[in-house]
């Protein structure tokens, strides 16, 4: 069952515009990281973030985590039709070091 | 390199038929995972594998699913019976190490499932 949740559920934006997503989790997490999933292909890692850090950026994503909001945001600037995908955020949380738990994703679509 | 590589790539069974999905993760990885995932709904995480531990089967939904591992090769994971709701892609991802986070997870294409 989901431990959290991402909004917006779909995101349709002109390319070289940017795209913000937002996820909210339950339990005091160890680190949140977000993945990329393309249509019909498995999930590819894009950033990951740790509890004691606040923002992190890696070439066009940005991404922040707020504890005391139990939040992480992403940021994508300057959108590209490759960016289109569906993105989740997942976290370890507790003594837990391997077993992830996944939002329901943001889909997005950017438009040429 | 090879990545993590699943199969098949899908398949559509009866109900009440048994299942095998197959995983071949990257060379190495100790560890390994497998996850389900409903349609437009995130990652469900079903069990996972390191070296020769015993499985964290706590994902696993009923009796009717099982996993098994090889060494720190292939694994297989098996539906028995299946039913309607057990339609859905099954994602197994392989990691070098889940111990001294931060890691990451590789993650295969997946193998969807249709239960007819």
């Known amino acids: 069952s989901q431990q959290g949740e991402e909004d917006p559920q779909a995101l349709s934006i002109q390319e070289g515009e940017n795209a913000t997503m937002n996820c909210s989790y339950k339990?005091?997490?160890?680190?949140l990281q977000w993945y990329r999933q393309n249509s019909g292909r498995g999930l590819v890692h894009l950033i990951l973030?740790?509890?004691?850090?606040r923002e992190k950026h890696s070439g066009r994503l940005r991404v922040t985590l707020d504890t005391s909001k139990k939040s992480s945001s992403l940021l994508i600037t300057a959108s590209r039709a490759a960016d289109t995908a569906s993105y989740f955020c997942?976290?370890?949380?507790?003594?837990?070091?391997?077993?992830?738990?996944f939002g329901a994703g943001t889909t997005v679509t950017v438009r040429a | 390199g090879a990545g993590v590589s699943q199969s098949p790539s899908n398949k559509v069974t009866e109900k009440g038929k048994d299942v095998e999905l197959r995983c071949d993760p990257i060379?190495?990885?100790?560890?390994l995972y497998w996850y389900r995932q409903r349609l437009g709904q995130g990652l469900e995480f079903l069990i996972y594998?390191?070296?020769?531990?015993?499985?964290?089967k706590s994902g696993l939904p009923s009796d009717r699913f099982s996993a098994e591992r090889t060494g720190e090769s292939v694994s297989t994971l098996t539906i028995q019976r299946t039913q309607q709701e057990d339609s859905a892609v099954y994602l197994c991802?392989?990691?070098?190490?889940?111990?001294?986070?931060?890691?990451?997870?590789?993650f295969g294409p997946g193998t969807r499932l249709t239960v007819t």
């Open positions: 997942a976290w370890l949380s507790g003594s837990n070091d391997y077993k992830l738990s």
């Open positions: 339990t005091s997490i160890n680190n």
């Open positions: 973030i740790r509890s004691n850090e």
């Open positions: 060379s190495g990885h100790t560890a």
């Open positions: 594998f390191q070296g020769n531990s015993a499985p964290d």
């Open positions: 991802a392989s990691s070098f190490s889940p111990s001294g986070s931060p890691y990451e997870q590789y």
